[in-house]
């Protein structure tokens, strides 16, 4: 999809075009600087749009533009601040800048906002990780497993044990690390989005290519 086919299917979403939903299926595929020209764009028609603010953000965030990321998550929570989304993007925001106490005050009043947003408390246990406090992180997600249902979250519970992975991989326990690479990846319908998992990808590269490796078996079986 170029990108005057992506700007004219969003225009044509009408009310749908808020939703996040409406603008992944029109502008995933693009080149993200493109979008954020688009995104740009379409905020002199809808300033008021939660959603086009979040979206511009995210793509300032892949292409390492974090301080922008953050105006525009900033920019999103004005209009709403118990945005769920909003919340949590700008927590990853600071994150990548390594402003890991603005990252949790985001992120906890994210989960303050909507306990049952298991993505945020996931993200907590992902920001311990980049800072490599693996029990702090294992501690987090024990909580969840306690009570959290993900009978209907697939991706949220692979993302879980994915991390579980990560975090006995790093403690040098590789049977139970392996044990829960294959709980993260028994739905193949993930079994490519850990390389760009928030905690994976601040691993050195060492640890990663030991990781794929593990789980490029895992998914040929």
């Known amino acids: 999809m170029d990108n005057q086919t992506a700007k004219e299917e969003v225009l044509t979403q009408g009310d ?7 603008w992944k299926s029109a502008l995933w595929e693009t080149n993200p600087y493109k979008s954020i020209d688009l995104y740009t764009e379409l905020l002199e028609k809808y300033p008021d749009s939660t959603a086009i603010y979040n979206n511009r953000g995210l793509r300032f965030l892949k292409t390492k533009q974090y301080e922008k990321a953050v105006d525009d998550f900033k920019k999103g929570l004005e209009l709403d601040e118990y945005d769920v989304n909003l919340l949590r993007h700008l927590a990853k ?22 306990e049952k947003d298991y993505s945020s408390k996931l993200l907590k246990a992902e920001i311990l ?22 009978e209907h979250m697939v991706y949220e519970k ?8 990560i ?3 790093v403690e040098d326990n590789t049977s139970k690390a ?11 319908s993930y079994w490519d989005s850990y390389l760009s998992n928030f ?8 640890t990663q290519t030991n990781i794929a490796n593990i789980i490029t078996q895992i998914t040929a079986q």
């Open 178 to 188: 392996e044990e829960n690479f294959k709980l993260a990846f028994s739905d193949r």
């Open 199 to 206: 905690a994976f990808e601040a691993l050195d590269i060492k």
């Open 93 to 114: 925001a600071y994150a990548y800048m390594e402003d890991f106490n603005n990252a949790f005050e985001q992120v906890d009043k994210a989960i303050f906002t909507n």
């Open 129 to 150: 990780m980049r800072q490599s406090k693996m029990t702090s992180a294992l501690e987090e997600i024990e909580q969840l497993l306690l009570y959290a249902d993900f």
């Open 167 to 169: 975090i006995y991989f």
């Open 16 to 22: 749908g075009m808020y939703t996040a939903e409406s």
């Open 158 to 165: 692979c993302r879980l044990y994915f991390l579980l992975g």
